[in-house]
């Protein structure tokens, strides 16, 4: 189980830390979202966080990812997103990317590719500071996450 705490010092900037309890880890979180989302334009995000799911524990990674809400387009609750990472554990760049599927205002789908395996989550958002996220990590193994952001 992972437990985040991210707080907002801006619309666009990020900060937080994020506790995994099955090693007892506790890593950084940043996002800076350097390019907002428009009708148009994908959005632009640069972050810190910790490496992929499974890593060794102490393992960080850098990335940048573009993510496009494309329902205005097709009409389907879809945002793909595509990036690269830097991950300390391997000290190589991956292609990463996902697909977010908004089924209801509180439910999402997340399909993850951290550029090594898939991870599909579900997210119950109560409100905009409470969520909590059921993941199927590798695609096979359980686990869960909880957020509180302010």
Do not use: C
Request: glycine share 8%; no cysteine.
């Amino acid at each position: 189980m992972r437990s985040t705490l991210i707080y907002r010092l801006h619309p666009r900037f990020h900060i937080g830390v994020e506790y995994n309890v099955k090693v007892s880890e506790v890593h950084p979180l940043v996002t800076f979202i350097a390019v907002t989302e428009t009708q148009n334009r994908p959005a632009v995000i640069l972050g810190l966080s910790s490496d992929r799911i499974g890593t060794p524990k102490g393992e960080s990674s850098a990335y940048v990812t573009a993510s496009k809400d494309l329902e205005h387009w097709t009409g389907l609750p879809i945002a793909p997103y595509a990036g690269v990472v830097y991950g300390t554990y391997e000290h190589k760049f991956r292609v990463i990317g996902g697909l977010n599927i908004r089924f209801h205002p509180k439910v999402t789908s997340l399909i993850q590719f951290d550029g090594v395996k898939v991870h599909p989550s579900i997210t119950y958002s109560l409100n905009n500071t409470h969520a909590f996220t059921f993941l199927m990590i590798r695609g096979k193994d359980p686990g869960m996450t909880y957020t509180l952001s302010f």
